[in-house]
């Protein structure tokens, strides 16, 4: 008689507790070995106390889905997360995963059951994203479980296998610089009150919620910029979206532009007897502008200007298009629209950016062909300024060693490889890349080095025997020239 913890299944790693109580027995899996023993340590009070029922025990019930579901709603996404997504997370709950998963128990969901609840929501007409989505929901809970000892494994991990979104990339709409002047034209033309609230939007890339919650307080007149504290969603004022504040700059524009929109709002509040608003943007009658109250106008003034339908959002890729159209790094976008990850700004603006693939592949090409053109008469481009300035050094070099005296008796080519291999030997019609870096004069010598940079280049060089190296060798007027290895390079010296 007693209570018992082990290994079903020696080496499984999943915990199970034997009772033997009043010639009766029961086995329930527990998950892991912590959790298996803290319900034997309570099973064993409740048979002490004589209060145990091996029929229906409170620890051997099993956990169903629903009721971890509401502890971890309670607990975790209450703490944790804004209310906005709370709802979300609510909301996916009642639809989808309780009515498929709350009766079992949470250590009895298995892989094959998430496929099948993925599966069931995609033949509902629910997109991909969406699936995803709430597969991810569930993941959340089950490593939850994890983390309290419940299981063992997520059952719901690595959902790309199972439901394929879409790539973001390519698939953003935005106004290019023509439409965005037309679309502000027809704002200042036809609905001048809402003007500043459609440039900040497309000078800013903010959110809707974030143009709403903004307040006179957060825009810094002097340094040209505006602190994004705080997002509505729904009513309620709380941070922005990646929970972190950030600054966006101001174009010279658009600072002006606010600051008329602030006297304006001095003198009709002055009018009324009312005292400034503290938000930036408010409805006609003073009162907190919506974002609901938005989509009309926005929607006449694209049809006004003759513009296709677009989500207000659309503005904010607008913003960002514009940046990098004009050049600006994507580090820089990140930073403005107020990205978690620079990976994100590159998944949905990457290929935005202009000339990116065009330098890529502009540098396989080979600089010789940047210098003299692949065949007679092309002209090339430009050469680059690190290549410039090397063909100058190797020219004055070779301007010096013409200055310092020493001439060819007989001219030849001469190949550093065909040295290696002929022992020294100088090989003629081959081609030499060297040049010239004359030593002090009072030494009275000057060294020829082998160039590899400049390779291309073929440069004349004396007729002469050489031979191989011998340490400690004097080099004497008149005698032959010898070859040393220095960090790789030929090096031949002459006797001036």
């Known amino acids: 008689m007693g209570v018992t913890v082990r290994e079903k299944v020696p080496g499984s790693d999943e915990w199970w507790i034997f009772i033997n109580h009043k010639g009766k027995r029961a086995s329930k899996r527990a998950g892991t070995k912590r959790a298996a023993k803290e319900s034997a340590v309570k099973i064993e009070k409740e048979i002490a106390l004589e209060r145990f029922n091996i029929e229906t025990p409170e620890e051997m019930r ?9 502890r971890w709603m309670k607990q975790h996404v209450a703490m944790n997360c804004k209310a906005e997504t709370a709802r979300n997370y609510r909301y996916a709950l009642d639809v989808s995963l309780l009515p498929a998963l709350g009766g079992k128990g949470i250590r009895e969901i298995t892989r094959d059951d998430v496929k099948t609840l993925c599966f069931d929501m995609k033949q509902k007409g629910l997109s991909p994203g969406v699936v995803k989505l709430r597969g991810t929901i569930l993941g959340g809970i089950f490593n939850a479980a994890i983390e309290d000892g419940l299981l063992v494994g997520n059952p719901a991990i690595r959902l790309g296998k199972i439901v394929k979104v879409p790539s973001r ?31 900040t939007a497309l000078r800013t890339g903010m959110r809707v919620g974030e143009l709403i919650a903004l307040q006179w307080e957060d825009i810094d007149w002097n340094g040209k910029f505006i602190e994004v504290r705080r997002a509505i969603s729904r009513g309620v004022v709380g941070t922005p979206k990646n929970g972190k504040p950030r600054r966006i700059d101001i174009s010279d524009r658009l600072a002006v532009v606010l600051s008329e929109h602030r006297r304006a ?7 009324q007897g009312h005292t400034l608003p503290e938000r930036v943007f ?7 502008l919506k974002a609901s109250s938005v989509v009309k106008p926005y929607q006449r003034i694209l049809a006004k200007a003759g513009l296709r339908r677009l989500r207000f959002h659309d503005l904010r890729h607008s913003f ?19 990205h978690s990850s620079i990976q994100i700004t590159v998944d949905v603006y990457g290929h935005l950016e202009p000339g990116a693939n065009r330098e890529a592949v502009n540098r396989l090409d080979d600089p010789e062909w940047k210098i003299q053109g692949r065949k007679t008469g092309e002209t090339a481009p430009p050469a680059h300024p690190e290549e410039i300035a090397r063909q100058g050094n190797a020219n004055n070099s070779l301007k010096e060693l013409g200055d310092s005296g020493i001439r060819p008796a007989k001219v030849g080519l001469y190949h550093e490889s065909q040295a290696c291999a002929a022992g020294g030997a100088a090989v003629p019609g081959q081609a030499a890349r060297v040049d010239a870096v004359p030593l002090p004069a009072n030494d009275g ?9 400049l390779r291309p280049r073929q440069v004349h060089v004396p007729d002469v025997d050489v031979r191989k190296p011998f340490p400690g060798d004097a080099v004497r007027r008149g005698e032959p020239v010898r070859r040393r290895r220095r960090g790789g390079g030929a090096v031949l010296r002459k006797v001036a």
Do not use: C
């Not at 709002?265 to 009018?271: D, G, K, Q």
């Not at 960002?320 to 107020?338: D, I, R």
């Not at 010598?445 to 940079?453: D, E, H, S, V, Y």
């Open 62 to 70: 099993p956990l169903l889905f629903r009721q971890y579901a509401e």
């Open 282 to 288: 408010v409805n006609p009658e003073g009162g907190e």
């Open 265 to 271: 709002m001095a003198r009709e509040a002055l009018a």
């Open 169 to 199: 990339k390519g698939r953003v709409d935005f106004l290019n610089p023509g439409e965005s002047r037309k679309l502000l034209a027809t704002v200042l033309e036809h609905f001048p009150r809402w003007f500043p609230f459609f440039l």
């Open 445 to 453: 010598r000057t060294t020829l080095r082998a160039n590899r940079i």
């Open 320 to 338: 960002a298009s514009a940046l990098l159209a004009n050049g600006e790094p994507l580090a820089y976008v990140k930073e403005q629209m107020g």
